[in-house]
Every structure is written in C-alpha cells, then in structure tokens.
C-alpha cells in the first residue's frame, strides 16, 4: 500500500515546468476529492488575514488624532498639585482652576508643534483675555526654563511635570495639547496638536465666552 501524495495540480498551485502564461484550472473531480478546498483554504488564509491587517493599519494611518475624542470632557479636572517651573513662582494645581474658565496647554521645550503656536499664546497673553495655564511635560528643569526664558512665557502658572504623571491622569495623546476649563472646573473641550489662528479664535475664544456667559467667574 503506497501512500498519497499532494501533487501541485490538488491544491491549485501551477507546475515549476508550466508554460509562461499558462493559467490553472480546478481539476474536473475537484469537488470530489477529499480535502481539496480544505487545503486550499489552509493555502489562502494567510494572505486574507494580511490583507485585513493591511487594510486596518491603512485606516489608522488615515485617521485624524486631533479628532480622538477625550473621555474627561463634561467631567473635574484631575486632582493635581505641580511645583512651578524652574524660575517662576506660581505652582498649578486643580484648586487654582476653579472659579475662572482658562485654558491649560500642555507644553515641552523639545516639542517642534509648541514652537510652532507659541506665538498665538503670546499673543493671548499680551490681550489678557483668558488666564492659560502650562503643564511642562518631561522637560529637565534647566530645559525648560531656558526655553521660556528665550519664547517668552505666556502663562499665568506653570506646572513642572517631570515624571509625566498628571498628563497621563488628563489624557494626554501628545505634545501640546490644550484644554478649555469652565469656571465650575470641568472640563470642556480639548486641542490635540499646535493651535492655529483659526482654532484660538473661532473654537476655543468663541467657547471661552459662551462658558462666561453661561456660568459666573468669581
């Protein structure tokens, strides 16, 4: 009794010897073979669990993460209490967002996108419209006041954050991101990325004012 052997033809694969532009075709009794689309399933799987992976990774390259939605919207600002950073005096905690609505931009001296829209809270600062406050994030202190020594610094209170720890309980995704607090310290709306002309003054200004017209500020 000899044993079966699978030739290329069972399983749908084309002979080494076959003729350039040779198609194949199932065999006629293919159906009646045992196992046969069995392997043939074995055979292609691989390459539609590739293609599943591929397609997903493709929609996550396409995907906006300013757009992520945060789950602390609506909600208290995380308890917090930061020293300032190294050469300023006010400290941020979660008892100084209470009380005014304000804006706290999570910031870190080697980030390319907060050099980037630095100069819009500068430009905030110098209107005073709104107190913004600055968690530094992993910034070494020496780092970090160089850097809003030489930008200018444009917060009320600054936050040193070394260990990342608070960024982590606010949610951060990445540097800079920047959080609009309602007077009643919750939080209400979150930036994702460096804020632009169009962002400060259409969404988070506009939001600003609705928030003090809603509520009272101490």
């Known amino acids: 009794m000899t044993a079966s052997r699978n030739t290329s033809s069972d399983i749908g694969i084309m002979p080494n010897d076959a003729p350039v532009g040779a198609t194949h075709r ?25 293609g599943g992976l591929a397609a997903s990774f493709a929609v996550s390259l396409g995907r906006d ?41 999570v910031f870190g001296s080697w980030c390319v996108a907060c050099r980037e829209e630095h100069p819009h809270l500068m430009g905030l ?25 030489a930008m200018g610094d444009p917060y009320t209170r600054t936050g040193a954050d070394r260990n990342g720890r608070v960024a982590l309980d606010w949610g951060v995704y990445g540097v800079p991101e920047t959080y609009v607090v309602g007077a009643d310290s919750l939080i209400a709306f979150k930036h994702i990325g460096a804020v632009t002309p169009q962002v400060l003054e259409d969404t988070i200004l506009s939001l600003v004012e609705r928030l003090r017209r809603e509520g009272m500020e101490s």
């Open 26 to 50: 199932a065999p006629a009794d293919a159906g009646r073979r045992p196992g046969y689309w069995h392997r043939r399933a074995i055979l292609f799987a691989p390459l539609a669990v590739f």
């Open 65 to 105: 993460v300013r757009l992520v939605p945060s789950p602390l919207i609506g909600k208290t600002v995380p308890r917090f209490d930061l020293p300032p950073v190294q050469g300023r005096r006010l400290g941020l905690s979660d008892t100084d967002l209470r009380g005014k609505v304000s804006l706290v931009n």
């Open 125 to 149: 600062a110098r209107r005073g419209v709104v107190p913004v406050h600055g968690p530094n994030y992993k910034n070494a202190p020496d780092d970090a006041a160089g850097w809003l020594d």
